[in-house]
């Protein structure tokens, strides 16, 4: 039996994002955001804590912060403490379920 490369009996094989939909903007959102908390959570045992109280009370002096952006301030500065915490200490190893 000899085949005709010509003939095509059916349409080109769908590809795994057709069968399964493609993510659209809320479901990357939610990923990113779910790999963010898990970094934090992650720095966790780094975060020098009177850092952070060195920082909270730098913002509590600051009346042009609103209270958000208060808590934004405090909470990056104590993941970069962190960071930095874990980098000194040469501690580099992958412990997040998201590199996984």
Known sequence: ???DGRLALGGPLRTWAEWFGH???WWRTTRRT???????LALRPWVPADLVE???RRGTERDSLEPQEREAAIAAAGFGGGVRARAA???TKKGTRSET
């Open 89 to 91: 200490k040469g501690d």
């Open 1 to 3: 039996m000899q085949v």
């Open 23 to 25: 993510p659209g903007p």
């Open 34 to 40: 779910r790999k963010i908390h898990d970094r934090q």
């Open 54 to 56: 060195v920082a909270r």
